[in-house]
């Protein structure tokens, strides 16, 4: 499951990155923060 979390919050965070460069900052923050939340090494919403 942590394998998992590690993936999503990964794809959540650099498509986050992504849209920040495209110039949708507030899209890319909040997929951002929900890849930090999700991810294993942060407070994670599932456990």
Do not use: E, N, T
Not at 31 to 43: A, M, S
């Amino acid at each position: 499951m942590a394998v998992i979390l590690w993936i999503l919050a990964a794809i959540l965070v650099i498509s986050g990155i992504f849209a920040i460069f495209r110039k949708q900052i507030l899209w890319g923050v909040v997929l951002i923060v929900v890849g930090c939340l999700v991810g294993p090494g942060g407070v994670s919403i599932f456990g």
